[in-house]
């Protein structure tokens, strides 16, 4: 899968979050090789998403998807590195 392709199944997938109404936090895991490496968080009332996980286990909060986005794509691909 090519950069781009990967950054866009990621933005897609944060999207899909926002769009997500069953309840007020969205949660979704990002996996590499089955391992989950990062989860997202994404809180409705306030249209923040938290970041948790990586090689540090930080945590970080958004407010832009795009940002969001690269951050867990550098992420994975940190990880990928490792094996």
Known sequence: MSKESELIHIV???????FDDRGEIQERAFDKF????????????SRTFALYGGRDDKKFAFDDIDLLAIDIYETLQDFKSVF
């Open 34 to 45: 089955g391992v989950n490496v990062v989860t997202v968080l994404f809180d409705q009332p």
């Open 12 to 18: 897609k997938r944060l999207q899909a979050m926002t």
